[in-house]
């Protein structure tokens, strides 16, 4: 959704991009409230999405906003960039490479993994 309006130009391409903007915030903040990262990791999380909102809002009520307008939307690229950074370090350092841990009824499994199939794999 952020690239569609990529071939009408700059300013046609403003309306896709709150689109998708919008959705980033929301993964964002889903993502970001169970306590599956570390907290730094959270509000930068919190921050990029408060940031995404802002930028949403301001588009919508008229503002001569352009994706690469200063210092909004450009302010919550790097807040984006350190959650990324801090997701991949968390799914790194817990030695899963790819597979996000979760709880399922007090115990741990990894992502596509049958909580009674430690092997990972679905039996039909």
């Not at 588009?59 to 994706?67: C, F, R, V």
């Amino acid at each position: 959704m952020l690239l569609a309006g990529n071939a009408a130009g700059l300013q046609a391409s403003v309306p896709s991009y709150a689109g998708g903007i919008t959705l980033w915030a929301a993964g964002l903040v889903l993502i970001s409230a169970p306590r599956t990262f570390a907290l730094w990791m959270r509000l930068t999380a919190l921050v990029a999405a408060v940031l995404f909102v802002v930028s949403v809002g301001m588009i919508l009520w008229g503002a001569p906003l352009l994706p690469t307008s200063s210092p909004l939307p450009a302010a919550f690229y790097p807040f984006l960039v350190l959650t990324f950074i801090g997701w991949i370090w968390t799914l790194l350092r817990d030695g899963r490479r790819g597979a996000a841990a979760v709880e399922i009824r007090g115990r741990k499994t990894s992502v596509g993994a049958a909580p009674h199939c430690p092997a990972g794999h679905f039996s039909p």
